[in-house]
């Protein structure tokens, strides 16, 4: 028998994240004890009141027929009422959709507005699946990329440069997955004042890192003049919250898009896991102090992973301002050898490290910078001394 994938699988790889997360695990199966600094995903439990509010959901016996496709009303109400309150976003329960993740929501909303050959101006370095998702939907991803001398941040006039008749969206997440960057005000606001130009062009604004944010201030696309109608807004609960495993995500825009992504989303997968949405209830209507401490444990490892980056010979650095991620500049190994083996890029130096150092980084190609590595601090303090010291001293061999 024949064996024939289709084709649009050939327009896309595997995650980078997932690949080295899986590569991480099969050494640990072998009894080598790895750091594994690949994944984004918090090292912290879920919060009791959170998991209490599941178990309640489960003995209340009540949560086990099929939701309502975009959620539960309560839910959707409760995630509107946030983004009144905090975001200074005038949603309503209409324009939210919860979904089984963030990365749900973004397809949900690339599959019901793209159409072969419109394009996407993609913010680089960007998350991994971006690129994956618009190149299923038969799109072009057009990549504007910041560069570490300026934060990782794309400009104003970098946006309007690449603005064509056939751009359907911008996406971007900020905090920035995997830079750590965060947009200012004033940043937003000139980005929006371009868009405001071109009525053709919609936003996709990654929330995701909201609360891992250390510059004091939230700024949400949707809530900059004249941007609500044309804002689409991903946000969810897994890093905020840590409920990877829950998988809860979700989106928020004008009722048109909600309306068409309700429909794309009944046909895929239907609505998010009942006993899932409770506790997510719980979540965005409860006590937000574990959040709070959570940011506060991540700012603090902030600095000493900065602070070690900053005594490996080679390795260039920015300041991130939120989520839990590095991602430096490592050009300065290419080219350089231990006497057996020649590291020609980013994808060399993470299989080096992760065979020599037994720590497991992901390579900056994947996010659309190959001069960089992707380094997440979203594990104890102790082990990121550890990590950080076995790369200085495996580095140290390469001449």
């Keep these: 028998m024949g064996k024939f994938l289709s084709n649009r699988l050939d327009a896309i790889e595997e995650s980078a994240t997932l690949a080295m997360a899986a590569k991480a695990r099969e050494y640990k199966s072998r009894g080598i004890d790895v750091i594994n600094l690949s994944l984004g995903e918090p090292d912290f439990k879920t919060p009791a009141h959170i998991c209490e509010a599941a178990k309640r959901a489960i003995d209340e016996g009540r949560w086990f027929a099929y939701p309502p496709v975009a959620g539960y009303p309560d839910l959707r109400d409760a995630l509107a009422a946030k983004y009144q309150r905090e975001n200074r ?5 209409e324009n939210i959709i919860v979904s089984n993740g963030a990365k749900q929501s973004i397809a949900n909303a690339m599959f019901a507005l793209l159409n072969p050959g419109d394009e996407v101006i993609v913010f680089s370095p960007y998350w991994v699946s971006y690129d994956a998702l618009i190149r299923l939907c038969e799109a072009i991803p057009v990549f504007v990329s910041g560069t570490i001398e300026n934060d990782f ?17 911008i996406i971007y997440s900020s905090p920035c997955n995997p830079t750590g960057s965060v947009f200012t005000r004033k ?46 807004t991903i946000n969810g609960f897994a890093k905020g919250f840590a409920m990877t495993g829950w998988r809860v995500g979700y989106l928020a825009a004008p009722k048109w898009i909600t309306d068409g992504c309700i429909k794309m989303q009944g046909q895929l997968t239907s609505a998010n896991c009942s006993i899932a949405q409770r506790a997510a209830l719980a979540a965005i209507t409860g006590d937000p102090t574990p959040t709070r401490n959570m940011a506060e444990e991540y700012r603090k490892r902030r600095e000493v992973v900065y602070n070690l980056l900053k005594e490996i010979p080679g390795f260039k650095a920015n300041y991130p301002q939120g989520a839990f991620y590095f991602f430096p500049d490592v050009s300065y190994y290419y080219g350089k050898s231990d006497g057996t083996l020649v590291i020609r890029n980013d994808f060399d130096l993470c299989m080096y490290l992760l065979d020599k150092a037994h720590v497991s980084l992901v390579p900056g190609a994947a996010f659309g910078d190959g001069n960089c590595i992707r380094l997440s601090y979203a594990a104890s303090e102790a082990e990121l001394k550890e990590a950080m010291w076995r790369i200085k001293e495996t580095l140290s061999r390469l001449k």
């Design 89 to 93: 976003v005038p949603y309503k329960a």
């Design 187 to 232: 940043e937003l606001e000139e980005i929006a004042a371009v868009i405001r130009r071109y009525d053709h062009v919609l936003v996709i604004a990654d929330e995701i890192y909201e609360h891992i944010n250390f510059t004091g201030e939230t700024v949400s696309m949707a809530a900059l003049p004249g941007m609500f109608e044309r804002t689409i």
């Design 153 to 169: 941040k794309v400009t104003a006039a970098q946006v309007e440069a690449a603005i064509t008749p056939r751009t359907r969206a």
